[in-house]
């Protein structure tokens, strides 16, 4: 079934460690978004990619970084992880040929302690 | 630049009561308008959206939107609530151009509770 497949599904991680979040869709699709998700604050951008070979910040980029060397996978690192990056992660790409409708992962819950 | 308000970040409503969750919007291109569902412990559904042509939007589980541009609004409706609509529900902004173009901004979202 095509989709977007997140890993892990959630982690522990004491501060000051590194940590990659890994996202892989199998839509052949040039964009993909990663979003944090904070109670009361709703989804936000951290992320993106419009196609492989480049990247871009959104809204909350300071303490993450990410890459693309293909089409297929995006990975969301925390180089030293903090408490505040306590979230859940989603990865979301468009579900059609159209940007505009995204189609997201089932998230990764990580605590930073 | 795009934002989205959600009013209310609590809505409770009697199963077979109507439910309405708003949602208003501030963008510097056309908009393109969403809807989202997250059930517990799940990601985003996508339930409706608004790009171009007719403003009454129609969705998923018997969901639908008015997109309102002199008011700059986008609030949902279903006209008779089940207890499986409860969820927390994102309204969402994205660009029809621009460097904004595929990126959503979000709401804070709003929880439904359906009560029997």
């Known amino acids: 079934i095509a989709g977007i497949t997140q890993a892990p599904t959630s982690q522990i991680l004491a501060a000051g460690r590194r940590m990659t979040l890994r996202c892989t869709q199998d839509?052949?699709?040039?964009?993909m978004y990663w979003y944090r998700q904070d109670l009361g604050l709703g989804l936000r951008l951290i992320h993106y990619?419009?196609?492989?070979?480049?990247?871009g910040k959104g809204e909350v980029p300071d303490g993450y970084s990410v890459s693309r060397a293909n089409t297929d996978d995006f990975p969301l690192t925390l180089a030293s992880a903090v408490p505040s990056q306590t979230s859940v992660y989603f990865c979301?790409?468009?579900?059609?040929?159209?940007?505009?409708?995204?189609?997201f992962g089932p998230g990764t819950r990580l605590t930073v302690l | 630049a795009q934002s989205v308000t959600q009013l209310g970040s609590h809505v409770s409503v009697s199963e077979g009561a109507l439910v309405l969750l708003r949602c208003n919007y501030s963008?510097?291109?056309?908009?393109?308008l969403f809807w989202y569902v997250q059930y517990p412990n799940q990601g985003l559904q996508l339930l409706l959206k608004?790009?171009?042509?007719?403003?009454l939007v129609k969705g998923i589980n018997g969901f639908e939107a008015e997109f309102k541009k002199s008011e700059t609004s986008f609030h949902l409706t279903k006209p008779s609530a089940h207890m499986s609509d409860a969820a927390e529900y994102f309204c969402a902004v994205s660009g029809a151009g621009g460097t904004s173009y595929g990126k959503l901004t979000f709401g804070q979202g709003t929880i439904l509770t359906v009560h029997p």
């Open positions: 608004y790009t171009t042509g007719a403003t």
């Open positions: 963008s510097s291109v056309p908009p393109y």
């Open positions: 990619s419009n196609t492989a070979g480049t990247t």
């Open positions: 979301a790409s468009p579900r059609t040929r159209s940007y505009n409708e995204q189609f």
């Open positions: 839509m052949r699709h040039n964009a």
